[in-house]
């Protein structure tokens, strides 16, 4: 066979294979249901991202989608309030809510969304729902009661076989066998609002007869006159109390302050009395200190006079033995210059012999003549003689009286010539006269 051929044949089969099996695949992208029905009647679901098998003319193909549908909800109804006596006294409310709802999981359900909801055009399907949930939304709201509405974890009346709600019917937790078959919730606790609760199983047959099922709903809102009342009046009661609160925090906060003023004060007061403490204790220590001060300057004082009265006593002391030693002196120095005058008058006596010495007592005798003859002649003299070596009581008694007059004319010599100072003049040489001759006379 040619090379050429050859070579044709497979990029023909490179080119026409890949387009032959294109027009057999088809691409579904994610959020699509992709529905395949052959010519015998099988229906083959393919959920995207994915690729579908189908042949031209051969099988027929229907596209779904598998997003989440959200729906609004506006639902205006009365509650199944009872007065004190068992009366209905319904309260009018308005809810706003949205809800999801998606394609079912399983075929069947892909299948009878197909041909009941999806087969109808979009704002039809958008009504459909709408209805659906607002009707199960309003039955819902007349099971429950206003505050119940209002209330996250609260109880349901139990509904009577005709589904309206009977007077004096007790009210019973939110449990699965309270309520209605077609609102028994599978899972009650992963849901705590009893609104949501009864709208999600109210409308869950319904859904599944439309081939969809309730993925959640979202209460955005339930208002009502009673409520709004209530909340002006919470509104109020929150502001009085908030002002309350104020007006305690108020007085906390000046109690707060006046206690601390109260004890500032009461630290300044002690201070103070620490401060006067401290200056008595310093005055006392001072007036210690001046008292010590005044020991100190009187012991000195004391000190000084006694080492004054001792210098004075010393030196009286010393003065005394210095005058002393002085008068001692002053007659150790007369007694010697007396001792050293009579020595010159009896060295003169010597030199200038016994003429000098009755020289001088003829030349002093006409002043003291008188003198001795006074004496004399008021002298008693008693002679007492013993006769021995011949000396007769006359001759006796005049040898005394010569002594005498002999020793007076010494001194007065001595005196008058001034022989102890040293100042006389030589003695001249004079013949010498007896003394006895001389009172003889």
């Not at 529905?35 to 690729?51: D, E, N, Q, Y």
């Not at 319904?90 to 809800?99: C, E, F, M, N």
Request: overall charge negative; some cysteine.
């Amino acid at each position: 066979m040619n090379p050429l051929v050859i070579v044709g044949i497979l990029l023909a089969a490179l080119v026409f294979i890949p387009m032959i099996v294109t027009g057999f695949l088809r691409n579904v992208e994610a959020g699509t249901i992709r529905m395949v029905t052959w010519l015998s009647g099988k229906t083959l679901i393919f959920r995207g991202p994915a690729k579908s098998w189908e042949v031209p003319l051969l099988t027929t193909g229907t596209t779904l989608s598998s997003k989440a549908i959200n729906v609004d909800l506006d639902i205006t109804d009365q509650t199944a309030d009872l007065d004190d006596g068992g009366v209905p006294q319904p309260i009018k409310v308005r809810v706003l809510a949205s809800a999801i709802v998606s394609v079912g999981d399983s075929d069947e359900m892909i299948k009878t969304a197909a041909n009941r909801f999806f087969s109808k055009p979009n704002e039809e399907q958008i009504n459909i729902l709408i209805d659906l949930l607002s009707s199960s939304g309003r039955r819902a709201i007349n099971l429950l009661t206003h505050d119940q509405l209002f209330s996250a974890k609260t109880a349901v009346r139990i509904p009577s076989q005709s589904g309206a709600a009977e007077p004096g019917m007790e009210l019973a937790p939110v449990r699965p066998a309270a309520l209605p078959v077609a609102t028994r919730p599978m899972d009650a606790e992963d849901d705590d609002d009893p609104l949501a609760i009864i709208i999600r199983k109210a409308c869950s047959r319904e859904l599944t007869d439309l081939g969809l099922t309730f993925n959640s709903l979202n209460i955005k809102v339930v208002q009502s006159e009673v409520a709004e009342a209530r909340r002006r009046q919470s509104a109020a009661e929150a502001q009085a109390n908030a002002e309350i609160v104020a007006a305690q925090q108020t007085r906390r906060a000046k109690e707060a302050e006046l206690e601390a003023e109260r004890a500032i004060s009461n630290k300044q007061r002690e201070l103070e009395q620490t401060r006067a403490a401290n200056a008595a204790l310093i005055a006392e220590a001072e007036a210690k200190r001046q008292e010590a001060a005044g020991r100190q300057r009187s012991a000195e004082l004391d000190a000084t006079q006694i080492a004054q009265a001792r210098a004075d006593a010393e030196r009286l002391r010393i003065e005394a033995e210095a005058q002393a030693r002085a008068e001692a002196i002053r007659i150790t120095t007369v007694a010697e210059a007396t001792a050293e005058s009579i020595r010159k008058v009896n060295e003169a006596i010597q030199q200038g012999g016994e003429s000098y010495f009755r020289y001088k007592q003829i030349e002093m005798l006409p002043d003291i003549a008188p003198f001795i003859a006074d004496a004399l002649g008021k002298a008693r003299l008693v002679t007492i003689s013993g006769g021995g070596a011949g000396e007769s009581a006359a001759e006796g008694t005049a040898n005394s009286i010569t002594g005498v007059i002999q020793t007076v004319l010494a001194a007065q010599l001595v005196a008058k010539n001034g022989l102890l100072d040293g100042n006389g003049a030589a003695p001249e040489p004079v013949t010498a006269v007896p003394v006895g001759k001389i009172v003889g006379k």
